[in-house]
């Protein structure tokens, strides 16, 4: 149980589009989902805090109008990453918590997106 | 936001060696969390600790909760080359997630 999936697992597109990654909770509601960066070689950054039905939490830093978040429904969120470019090639991974729960996380399989 | 910082940065042990790893933190929480990642997948949780000094364990590995709520260890016994990845440590209070640097393991056959 609690199996997070991710789609597509990776995507190669070019500067200047878009790309949505969905994250979907399989087997439980999420009324918050989480976005997560990860460089090669370093730890997990979190973006931005998604809770069904309202706007997105973005972290200092994070450009809200760039990174696009939606959680439409307790199954699932979306991040759009807007006009991309190379630098926001990255490994992006999204953790769901289980409606009710205070501190679980499961984790995606993560998003490899390169931009060239 | 919060520093978490793991010790050591990569191991390099001997298939059958036991490993020890911990984490620090600059503030105290309630919660301290352990995963695995293996590459180019998403963590997974390995061990959850709730309460200053608890010790959990989780077949061969086990984690304790410091007294000072400021740290943790993991340790993993036995290693077998399965046990190769990068070793999270995690904080959380309720909306806020905290990653520490990670500690990489490889486990030479």
């Known amino acids: 149980g609690a199996v997070v999936s991710q789609h597509p697992s990776w995507v190669i597109c070019k500067s200047g589009t878009s790309v949505k990654i969905e994250c979907r909770s399989l087997?439980?509601?999420?009324?918050?989902m989480f976005w997560y960066r990860q460089f090669p070689k370093q730890s997990l950054m979190l973006m931005a805090t998604s809770n069904e039905g309202s706007k997105a939490t973005y972290e200092q830093g994070v450009e809200k109008d760039k990174f696009l978040i939606n959680h439409a429904s307790l199954t699932l969120s979306t991040l759009t990453v807007t006009s991309a470019h190379p630098e926001d090639s990255s490994f992006y991974i999204c953790?769901?918590?289980?409606?009710?729960?205070?501190?679980?996380?499961?984790f995606g399989p993560g998003t490899r997106l390169t931009v060239t | 936001g919060q520093q978490l910082n793991q010790s050591p940065q990569s191991m390099f042990i001997q298939e059958g060696e036991d490993v020890s790893m911990n984490c620090t933190s600059s503030?105290?929480?309630?919660?301290w969390l352990w995963y695995k990642q293996d590459p180019g997948e998403g963590p997974v949780l390995l061990i959850a600790l709730y309460k200053a000094g608890e010790l959990t364990s989780n077949g061969r590995l086990t984690a304790q909760f410091g007294i000072t709520r400021k740290d943790s260890f993991l340790n993993i016994s036995a290693s077998i080359p399965s046990d190769v990845g990068i070793y999270f440590c995690a904080e959380t209070t309720g909306n806020q997630f905290y990653f520490g640097t990670g500690t990489s393991l490889t486990v030479i056959p």
């Open positions: 953790s769901a918590r289980p409606s009710g729960s205070s501190y679980e996380q499961y």
């Open positions: 087997d439980f509601q999420a009324t918050t």
């Open positions: 503030s105290i929480f309630n919660t």
